[in-house]
Antibody, heavy 116, light 111 residues
Framework: EVQLLESGGGLVQPGGSLRLSCAAS????????MSWVRQPPGKGLEWVSL????????YYADSVKGRFTISRDDSKNTLDLLMNSLRAEDTAVYYC?????????WGQGTLVTVSS | DIVMTQSPDSLAVSLGERATINCKSS????????????LAWYQHKPGQPPKLLIF???TRDSGVPDRFSGSGSGTDFTLTISSLQAEDVAVYFCQQYYTFPTFGGGTKVEI
């Protein structure tokens, strides 16, 4: 059974940084592209970032480009999202999702709140 | 970006009745070389992660009940729940993956 477990969310001040992690199990992690998707309170889903298998190709939504960095450690089956220069509009539940087209498995999500 | 527009925003359906949700993309998500529409549907219940229901516009994911069906091509798509069950109360999202993924605003289905 595929399991994705996010961690690292919390309250951070505007301009601050946070690193999210996603621990994956139940599938051959290294073979799959992985993504981060977020949902601001009361709003719809927004794709944030994607990393292909091998980790050499990464992509970002315009809203986070230059501030967020996605990475993966295939030896530990983990996916990370380093978030810098955080803004109030980055407040959301962040989901780790398997895939780069349709997302066939999702984690439970971790809440990031950016507020002073 | 491809903008995904869902309608209605919410709908109330009696148990056992049909629910129909529409999704329109701002440009075609049909890839002509394989004749596939790059469109997925998800079910999202409070406190749970989204669940993939349909991909390639009409292919049910493994384990999804056959009362859920997807149809459409190009820019216009429909998710149909043929006989609504209590456990189907949720928000439903469409998503295109023709380009970087974008999602519809969601449709809340209630009884």
């Amino acid at each position: 059974e595929v399991q994705l477990l996010e961690s690292g969310g919390g309250l951070v001040q505007p301009g601050g940084s946070l690193r999210l992690s996603c621990a994956a199990s139940g599938f051959t992690f290294s073979r799959y592209a992985m993504s981060w998707v977020r949902q601001p309170p009361g709003k719809g889903l927004e794709w944030v970032s994607l990393i292909y298998s091998g980790g050499t190709s990464t992509y970002y939504a315009d809203s986070v480009k230059g501030r967020f960095t996605i990475s993966r450690d295939d030896s530990k089956n983990t996916l990370d999202l380093l978030m810098n220069s955080l803004r109030a509009e980055d407040t959301a539940v962040y989901y780790c999702a398997k895939g780069n087209n349709e997302f066939d498995s999702w984690g439970q999500g971790t809440l990031v709140t950016v507020s002073s | 970006d491809i903008v995904m527009t869902q309608s209605p925003d919410s709908l109330a359906v009696s148990l056992g009745e049909r629910a129909t949700i529409n999704c329109k993309s701002s440009q075609s998500v049909l890839y002509n070389s394989n004749n596939l529409s790059y469109l997925a549907w998800y079910q999202h219940k409070p406190g749970q992660p989204p669940k993939l229901l349909i991909f390639w516009a009409s292919t049910r994911d493994s384990g999804v009940p056959d009362r859920f069906s997807g149809s459409g091509s190009g820019t216009d798509f429909t998710l149909t729940i043929s006989s609504l069950q209590a456990e189907d109360v949720a928000v439903y999202f469409c998503q295109q993956y023709y380009t970087f993924p974008t999602f519809g605003g969601g449709t809340k289905v209630e009884i």
